[in-house]
Every structure is written in C-alpha cells, then in structure tokens.
C-alpha cells in the first residue's frame, strides 16, 4: 500500500474513516499573523509554515510510503506578538493575537476530534518562536496527549533550540547554495530573532510579491541574546525587527525552508518509528527569558 497526503477540507467523512488508524499520521499547522517590522506582511509566519510543512510531508511520505497523511488547514492563531517586547512602539496596532490558553484549548480540542475517530498520531507544526507561544503548544500537546492515551508532536519545540541558538544550522544551509554564504550573512542567519535575514530571504523565495525593497536599506538591530529582552524594552524607535534584514537573498530563503522541513521530517519519523524524544531538548523549557 502507498500512502497518500489527504487534505480534510477535501475529502469525506467515509473516505477518512477507510484510513488504517496506525499508519495515519496528522498533521495541524498553525500560522501566526504577527508584525513583522516595516518590509514582511503579517503572514510571514504562516507563509514559512506552509512552505515547511510541504517539505516535511514531502520528506516523509517519500522515506515512509506506508504512512497517510491527513493534513488539516492551516488555523490562524498564535500567541504573543513581537511588539510586546517594546509596547510602547506600538501604541496602537501590533499583531493579532489569542490568549496561551486558547492556543492550549485550540490543540486539545482538535486533537480530541480526531482521538474520538480513532486517530492516535497528531503533530503539530507552527513556525512562531516566541516563548509564551511553544509553551502553550506544548502544554496543549501534553494535555491532549494524556487526555486521549495519544500521541502529539509540538514538532517545532523541537527544531528551535538548534535553529536559535549557536548557528547549528549554518553550514546545512550553506551545503544547499550554489553562491555560497558570504562571512556577513552567516552573521546575519545566525542572528535568528524576527524579521531577519532568515525569514526576509524565506520571503523572497515564497512569496517576493510580499516584500518591500525597504529591507534592502534597513538598519541592523543586533543583540546578544541574553540581553535582547532587556535591550529591546528600551528601544523608542523600534521597526519591530530583530537582526539583519538587509542580508537576505531569495536563494538563502529556498535553503532554510528545505533544512528546516528536512529536520522536521526526520525529528517525525523517529517519534513515528517510537523513539523516545526526551533526550532532545524541547523549547523554550529550560530557557531563561
Ligand atoms: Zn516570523
């Protein structure tokens, strides 16, 4: 049998129900709308998602072609918008957000929807790092889990800490490029806040028409990461980016998307395949912000 990618919204209930409940994976993105300083559009967030899980499930069902999969439509929700680390910058409009308990409610409950059809594999892919937003994706993953003798993936809790922190990833995605990194945009990608280098070049590659040519011409805003909250409470004349934008190619936006689907598919296939993922540190827990 080969497995097939069924989108929810098109197919029906009996066609759902004729899926084999243990080689049925699910998958749930969830698209942030958040600012994204003066150049990217508010779907940045969601646009990097959609590009990611495509990869991802391109990857898996191509390693792994037993497993279905049944991918839900991307939910317009998120927590915790950037303009919150400096609020006085945006007295009046900021990104669209919903409580971390929503987010938890959100996950429980559709994860309860396919549980009660019998569906026991549900992960959830959302590419928005603020802390407040992962921590209520995974208490809403441990929740649902326990509730439905389940098991759920917050899959990007995962890929954080490495993408984040320390420039781990660097080298996979200069292995992709035909121009290689030049030294300023490895600076640049290892400055991996909001906004910058990584998801401008993500949006020059996805979606270009949605790119104002004022990133080319942006300042740098640079901090150390353990000083960056602080830092950035002080700031007055914030755009509502973090790093540097002005570093961005469309071809580095192609190789992030790929890295990072590809580490996706393969953190899946391990948790799929029952190994046991608490070696691997999930984000932010542990993190001090
Ligand atoms: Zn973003």
Redesign the pocket.
């Known amino acids: 049998m080969t497995g097939k990618t069924y989108k929810v919204e098109e197919i029906s209930g009996p066609k759902l129900d004729t899926l084999d409940r243990d080689r049925t994976i699910i998958v749930i993105p969830f698209g ?1 709308l ?1 600012f ?1 300083g003066p150049h990217l559009p508010y779907g ?2 969601l646009f ?1 998602n959609e590009a990611i899980t495509e990869k991802l499930i391109e990857i898996v069902s191509k390693e792994d072609p037993t497993i279905d999969i049944v991918l839900y439509p991307t939910v317009p929700a998120g927590v915790f918008g950037i303009e919150n680390l400096s609020p006085s910058r945006f007295p009046t409009i900021g990104s669209f957000v919903i409580r971390p308990e929503t987010m938890s409610a959100l996950i429980v409950d559709m994860s309860a929807n396919f549980a009660r059809f019998g569906f026991r594999h549900i992960v959830i892919v959302s ?3 603020a802390p407040e937003h992962c921590t209520a994706i995974n208490q809403g993953a441990d929740e649902a889990a326990k509730a439905y003798s389940i098991a759920v993936l917050p899959i990007m809790s995962y890929v954080f800490f490495p993408l984040f922190f320390g420039g781990e990833y660097i080298e996979k995605f200069n292995n992709r490029l035909k121009s290689k990194l030049s030294a300023e945009e490895k600076e640049a990608l290892r400055r991996f806040i ?2 910058e280098a990584f ?1 401008t070049s993500a949006m020059l590659y996805l979606k270009p028409h949605l790119v104002d040519d004022s990133y080319k011409t942006l300042k740098p805003v640079v901090f150390d990461y353990d000083k960056m909250f602080e830092e950035l409470k002080k700031l007055s004349d914030w755009e509502g980016y973090v790093g540097i934008p002005s570093r961005s190619r469309a071809e580095i936006g192609e190789a992030v998307i790929s890295v990072v689907g590809e580490e996706c598919a393969d953190l899946l296939l391990r948790w799929y395949r029952g190994e046991n993922l608490t070696e691997v540190r999930r984000y932010p827990e542990g993190l001090n912000v």
Do not use: L, Q
């Open positions: 942030m958040e994204h940045t967030d990097e590419f928005h790092g909001h906004a998801e």
